[in-house]
């Protein structure tokens, strides 16, 4: 089984007469834009096995719970930059605080915010 990983935008081809191409990607969605001739059946899975027909083996069951990746903007950076301040000023000696900064750059490392808030 060949696996591809496609970039928004992008496409591939399936013989001469059938193009996929990846149109945009929303949270843990895709919208996949297929052209292939009218005689040539496209269904959903579910549509499929609904209608009776069998699950090909070569489909593998996906991933129940998968990491979802956070979409990175400036308010995001600008926000993460605010909390950083906040914490900043608040009393060092505080075992709370410190664990608050600990996790905070685990989750958030600052060189990251900072080649987004700089770009």
């Given at each position: ?42 269904l ?25 990746e ?50």
């Open positions: 089984m060949l696996c591809l990983s496609l970039n928004q935008g992008e496409y591939m081809t399936i013989g001469s007469n059938v193009v996929v191409q990846l149109d945009r990607i929303s949270g843990d969605h895709c919208k996949l834009v297929v052209h292939a001739p009218r005689e040539l059946p496209v959903r899975g579910e549509v499929l096995e609904r209608a009776g027909g069998q699950r090909p083996e070569c489909v593998y069951e996906g991933y129940r719970y998968h990491k979802k956070v979409i990175w903007n400036r308010s995001k950076a600008q926000a993460l930059n605010a909390m950083r301040r906040v914490l900043s000023q608040m009393d060092d000696e505080d075992g709370n605080v410190q664990a608050l900064r600990r996790q905070l750059e685990h989750m958030f490392p600052a060189e990251r915010t900072n080649e987004v808030s700089n770009g």
